[in-house]
């Protein structure tokens, strides 16, 4: 029987999270993937140029059961360290808005300075590799995997789970980080699609998709001021993306179509200039023609300015920046950019990520409870967390 593999520390997952901590983890440590290549969900964010941060990024930007477990790691790794290893790349990135750092290029840039910092950081990588038991021993972990068709064991001393979530899954991701945290008695918390689109099962916006507009939309008490997408299927954009994950299903969700300004104001100084004009031809010069024409009979557009006391232009401008609508559900894991949900963080150590009850054993990036919001925070999470593990485990040689 072939003698068994063994390093030091082994990383499952080499995306974002699993390829920073072995940057910083020491010598001898392997990561394993059962991908072609690694980091693919960094070389498809951001339309290929990945959204590697945001200079804004804080702990209120980030979703969890505990809401101050995530603050030790991002204070510890913020998003300027992160940048200065960029700018040493000469990557050349550019704010896109809000914020949210793009590489001017290519994300496939990112990939290659993450796997450059782990060849001088001595660690090793296996791609095509499948995870087909894990166990713990006395002094570590005990791997059986398959890799390049054949069947090997690898043991190491401690084990870091960043397999990700379960979002989009055609590019591989599975709940395995969840499989295995409760096979070692740890709590995992509820999880769900984050960050997608939402749906309504009467197709109601079909007539005007593709229509966008800037909209403050509301969901769970959180509102976020950005770009909402009309579609076959129901709403997209940033701030829908933004709400879900604020949004529970059963709940209605509320629109503002005027977030930077009094429509009462200016319809009602419209109505002293041109009161003969139908509201639906004055709105048209405030919202987009097509979804004017879609609200027209449900709100009674067809009436004339002059006709509508001040009484009537309040109520119809209420219905405008308090639209209520109740999504039938959300496009699932197929299509959201993250999960919501994962490894309880309670039962983790804040400042390593090291599992309280399974020594040795670390949850890092998207697998904790931990969720940013749109727009590189996600990533910022995974640097943050994986640095933290990382240089626990390179005080551990």
Known sequence: MQKPS?????????????????????????????????GEKIRISGG??????????????????????????????????????VARHGIAYHEKTLGQLFCDDSAKQIIAM????????????????????VSKTESGFALRIESEGKRKTVTCDTLVLATGGKS??????????YDLARQFNMAVTDTRAGLVPLTFSDKRFAAISGVSLPVRATAGGKSFDEALLFTHRGLSGPSILQISSYWQEGEEIAINLFPASDPFILLRDQRQKAGRRQLSSE???LLPGRLVDFLTDELGLKQRLADQSDAALQ???DRLTHWRLLPSG??????????????????????????KTVPGLYVIGEAADVTGWLGGFNFQWAWSSGHAAGTALRARI
């Open 48 to 85: 290929g140029r990945c959204n590697f941060t945001n200079m804004y990024a804080g702990p209120e930007n980030f979703l969890g059961g505990n809401p101050h477990f995530h603050k030790s790691a991002l204070a510890r790794y913020t998003q300027w360290d992160f940048i200065d290893m």
């Open 330 to 355: 959300s496009e699932g894991y197929r299509t959201a950019e993250v999960t919501l949900g994962g490894v309880d963080t309670d039962g983790l150590s804040s400042k390593t990520m090291e599992s």
């Open 6 to 38: 063994h390093y030091k520390t082994v990383i499952l997952g080499a995306g974002a999270a699993g390829m920073m901590c072995a940057i910083h983890a020491g010598p001898d440590t392997l990561v394993l993937d059962h991908a072609k290549a690694p």
């Open 114 to 133: 993450l796997l450059d910092e782990m060849a001088r950081a001595g660690a090793t990588l296996w791609l095509k590799t499948s995870i087909n038991e």
């Open 168 to 177: 989009i899954p055609k590019m591989g991701a599975t709940g395995l980080a």
């Open 315 to 317: 109520i119809l401008v």
């Open 283 to 285: 709105l048209s010069t």
